[in-house]
């Protein structure tokens, strides 16, 4: 995807606080997603810029928006939007920079008319954006998946099929929350090594697991295939996830067909959609294989992908305890990681999860699975930094942890920087931990 007017990073808005240099939602970045100006309001469709979200249903409604988005800018969520394809989307994208911008909307009528539908985002009440049908949980972290496999076999770690075939699962997308959203700890069985029989009890290893989550553009008839030439143009854009994992129900179930309901019960997602062409400055290379590696076989492999088929971002994951919140701290950050260390691009897990003709939708959801580097401080799990729980966490305030405790609130945060590219945010992805019931 080439770059364009819209990633000009001299350019600023007339909203000022998109104007900061560490804003996530600057003029560059546009995001999209669906909220409630207020409680008794329907959901609409929004972009964030600065502290501020617009509404695009009154937009699309004044005639400001092209007529090729109009009728999917007044949907309740993202999901015909998605349907229309990239044309339709950079044709959005040029238009909201146009009017949001300080150099194409100078006072006047048109900006007046804008300002009438901004949204403090303080008081927006954001939602889940798009209706997801379909979600699909992958494992393309080749650090997370080698360190997973050292704890359990330290002699083999990877698996033979690994590094020729994406691994991944489906998950439960009625369980997909909208950041923010408590969790509460769920029940299970468990079954201590020590122990004959399993029990069924609250799961006393919760986990949580730093991801990005990619969102399926107009996607593929039955029994058709995407090829890895054209997947690109099918991802819409990413957002943060977190998939919620209880390890100790997880160790005893996940034989022999895999994760079950240690991960169905909750997955948070943060709320901005932040698309494939604000991400056109951060496009980096695929993992570089080493030549002991297989290359991919010809169905997933190509120019195009390889050179610029992953993206440079920065995934944070940061701890809020109930007894930091007590005191009035802040959250501590525990970990920080890049995405461009994905074995497998967006792109390949698209075109393998297509390959045997399985049916993509509008907004179903491909999750990255745990986004890992080399270095413990780079690890995206508790699973992995405690490695699985023998090395535990400690905070400045003098708080352990090995797995999750009832009350600790995980805040991920993620950006894009580069130089010669203005700085874009992914925003939050948040989730408090209830007690089990």
């Known amino acids: 995807m080439t770059l364009n007017a819209t990633h000009d990073p001299a350019r600023r808005s007339w909203v000022e606080s998109a104007n900061v240099p560490d804003a996530d939602f600057p003029l560059q970045n546009l995001p999209l997603g669906v909220f409630r100006p207020s409680l008794q309001a329907v959901a609409r469709l929004g972009v964030a810029i600065g502290d501020r979200v617009v509404d695009l249903s009154a937009l699309a409604q004044a005639g400001l928006l092209p007529p090729s988005v109009a009728s999917a800018c007044q949907q309740t969520t993202l999901n015909a939007l998605m349907a229309l394809g990239a044309p339709a989307w950079s044709a959005l994208r040029a238009r909201l920079s146009e009017l949001l911008g300080a150099d194409t909307c100078p006072p006047g009528e048109l900006r007046s008319r804008i300002e009438r539908h901004l949204t403090p985002l303080r008081t927006a009440i954001m939602l889940l954006p798009a209706q997801i049908g379909d979600y699909t949980d992958f494992y393309a972290s080749l650090h997370h998946a080698t360190n997973v496999g050292s704890m359990f076999r330290p002699d083999n770690p ?11 699962y489906h998950g439960r997308s009625s369980s997909i929350v909208a950041s923010g959203t408590p969790i509460r700890r769920p029940h299970g069985q468990l079954k201590p090594s020590d122990v004959a029989a399993p029990a069924f009890g609250p799961c006393k290893n919760l986990d949580y697991e730093l991801e990005l989550g990619a969102f399926v553009g107009p996607g593929n008839v039955l029994g058709e295939r995407i090829p890895i030439a054209a997947a690109a143009q099918q991802i819409f854009g990413v957002a943060l996830l977190n998939d919620w994992s209880a390890r100790d129900i997880q160790t005893w179930e996940y034989q022999p067909l895999g994760p079950f309901l240690a991960k169905n019960f909750a997955t948070t997602l943060s709320p901005w959609v932040i698309t494939q062409e604000a991400l056109a400055p951060f496009r980096a290379p695929a993992y570089a294989r080493p030549p002991s590696d297989p290359a991919p076989l010809p169905h997933l492999n190509d120019e195009t992908d390889a050179a610029a088929g992953a993206f440079d971002l920065t995934l944070e994951v940061w701890l809020l305890t109930a007894k930091m919140r007590l005191t009035g701290e802040g959250p501590h950050r525990i970990s920080r990681a890049q995405s461009n ?14 390959s045997n003709g399985c049916n993509l939708q509008p907004g179903d959801l491909l999750g990255s699975g745990t986004l890992s580097g080399p270095t413990r401080e780079s690890r995206g799990c508790l699973l992995e930094y405690t490695w699985r729980g023998t090395d535990p966490l400690r905070l400045p305030n003098g708080e352990e942890r090995q797995f999750l405790a009832d009350g600790d609130e995980v805040i991920f945060r993620g950006y894009a920087e580069r130089a010669g590219a203005r700085r874009i945010g992914l925003g939050e992805c948040r989730g408090l931990v209830l007690p089990a019931l």
Do not use: D, E, R, S
């Open 158 to 168: 990877l698996l033979p099929n690994y590094k020729w075939v994406p691994i991944g």
């Open 341 to 354: 260390g994905m074995y497998w691009t967006f792109g390949q897990l698209l075109t393998h999860h297509a």
